[in-house]
């Protein structure tokens, strides 16, 4: 069992929330608990589907539970239906906090030349706000 795997309990307490199976077929080389544990690393860690563990079962078993259940809505209904669990048991404080402290605009905002104006109008712009020499004005000298 790994440092982030599910514990006996928590996988007990998950149990009622996932689909059953509908497939009686052959029986499974890699069991459910394996699986979502291989999910739960790739997405603690953030690293490829490629480098999930065999521990958890083969990567592309994982990635296929992972995106079944995404697509069907059972990550959705489980997160929901614990939530609705702890919030009826005050376990969940629901506040928000919006920190605006930290904000970066991208790189190109900064400077960048604006699209549909000419590079050429721009110079022209810039010549004609400069000071010229003035063939009447009266030298200085």
């Not at 079944?68 to 959705?76: E, H, I, L, S, V």
């Not at 404080?93 to 991208?106: E, G, K, L, P, Y």
Request: glycine content about 10%.
């Amino acid at each position: 069992m790994g440092r982030g795997d599910l514990t006996k309990g928590q996988c007990a307490r998950l149990e009622p929330l996932l689909p059953q199976g509908i497939k009686p077929g052959r029986p499974r080389v890699w069991t459910r608990r394996q699986l979502i544990d291989g999910i739960r690393w790739r997405t603690r860690t953030g690293a490829p589907w490629r480098d999930v563990p065999e521990r958890y079962g083969r990567w592309d078993r994982v990635y296929d539970l992972f995106r079944r259940w995404q697509r069907d809505g059972t990550w959705a209904r489980i997160v929901t239906r614990l939530q609705a669990e702890a919030d009826a048991k005050g376990l969940i404080t629901w506040d928000v906090n919006v920190d605006s402290t930290v904000c970066r605009a991208h790189q190109h905002a900064a400077g960048a030349a604006k699209r549909g104006t000419c590079k050429r109008s721009r110079r022209a712009a810039l010549r004609s706000s400069r000071p010229t020499m003035d063939s009447d004005a009266p030298e200085v000298g």
